[in-house]
């Protein structure tokens, strides 16, 4: 990777997690309320050994918010539990509205960990279990997918601020078609996906597809019907997958946050139209087996938002498994996954908390392997 000075090594966390580790999910959790308080505590109470944060701190990833939305909300709950769990997070798009600045702080500060072993060097990472068996990959979908609307003359000061190589840098007021990953990261992911050889469970903030939220782009029209030949959708963002298709066969699972809701569609979601796997000798077609929207972590999402809505056609698990509504509020939540080891299938449980109340309710428990 460019900024790993060619390294493959950069980014791979030395620390090992346990082969039967409880691993803890949550998203979009940067908000510093009673609320994100009660989903860390309700995580907390399944004794996880790591926890993975999929992205945003509210609302522009400040040092202030960073301070006491995220490490300080952290912290708190931490010592009020007395634990010492290490926590890994992905920036958002968010973070990167303040150049991500505060977020490689917090990196460095090393507040989220308890040992060096443990560090993370990068808004990228690679986590694996003591056995081998798994690994678990973290993106930056956020570098090229933040938009900051504002005056030219600002944006334009603010990328030679704040970006390494602003002549790279992509105008924020004119965003990508898609979010996407740098390709020198996508190098690295694919290095690690090729040498490992167990599973892998891949972490992003931005969507693969959603069934609600524009993540794509329409399909083009020819002599006034649908490109076949286009493969492209508004509900799923083809750079993305175009970026990690080839690997979906080593892929158990993919989490995203972004949209704050809970969605967990259907198992090898394949876009209507689009040809089999077999038909692109990349293998750029191969389905996802499941694909999990957890940006659900903590900030409020009302009834009257309708996130449930369906814009796209994605489907779901089942047309029921939707986050419980609580005074007009839907519930916010998290997952807890639990390894059994090398070669072994590893079950997930998705949970919600009704308003502060950390009991911990389920709502779906599924296997991956």
């Known amino acids: 990777p460019k900024y790993g000075g060619g390294d493959y090594n950069y ?58 939305y995220f490490v300080g909300l952290i912290q708190a709950v931490y010592k009020d539990q007395g634990v010492k769990v290490p926590m890994y997070t992905l920036p958002g798009n968010h973070e990167y509205f303040t150049g991500a600045i505060p977020y490689f702080e917090c990196l460095d500060s090393n507040d989220l960990i308890f040992e060096d072993s443990q560090k993370q060097q990068a808004s990228f990472f690679k986590l694996e279990t003591e056995d081998g068996g798994w690994q678990f990959l973290g993106m930056d979908t956020s570098y090229h997918g933040h938009y900051m609307g504002g005056p030219q003359s600002k944006l334009d000061q603010a990328l030679k601020d704040l970006h390494l190589n602003p002549d790279n840098a992509f105008n924020p007021v004119v965003p990508p078609d898609m979010v996407y990953v740098r390709p020198d990261e996508v190098d690295w992911h694919h290095y690690h996906l090729n040498q490992h050889k167990g599973r892998t469970i891949l972490f992003g903030h931005h969507q693969l597809y959603s069934a609600n939220q524009k993540v794509g782009i329409p399909q083009k029209m020819k002599d006034g019907k649908p490109d076949p030949l286009d493969y492209n959708r508004p509900g799923v963002n083809t750079r993305l997958w175009q970026a990690f298709g080839a690997y979906f066969h080593k892929v158990a699972a993919w989490y995203w946050g972004h949209e704050h809701n809970l969605c967990i569609y259907e198992d090898n979601f394949r876009p209507e139209g689009w040809p089999e796997a077999s038909d692109a000798p990349d293998g750029q077609f191969k389905t996802l087996v499941k694909g999990r929207c957890v940006g659900h972590s903590a900030i409020p999402v009302a009834e009257a938002e309708e996130p449930y809505k369906i814009n796209n056609p994605i489907p779901f698990v089942r047309d029921d498994l939707k986050l419980d509504l609580y005074n007009g509020w839907y519930n916010r939540g998290f997952e807890i996954l639990k390894l059994n080891g090398s070669g072994n299938p590893s079950e997930v449980a998705y949970y919600q908390v009704k308003g502060a109340d950390p009991t911990p309710i389920k709502i779906y428990q599924e296997t991956i392997q």
């Open 11 to 68: 980014g791979v966390v030395e620390w090992k997690i346990p082969s039967d580790a409880t691993v803890a999910i949550i998203g979009d959790i940067g908000t510093g309320t009673d609320v994100a308080a009660a989903v860390l505590l309700s995580a907390l109470s399944f004794n996880p050994d790591v926890i993975l944060h999929v992205g945003d701190v509210y609302y522009s990833g400040t040092r202030q918010e960073f301070k006491n």
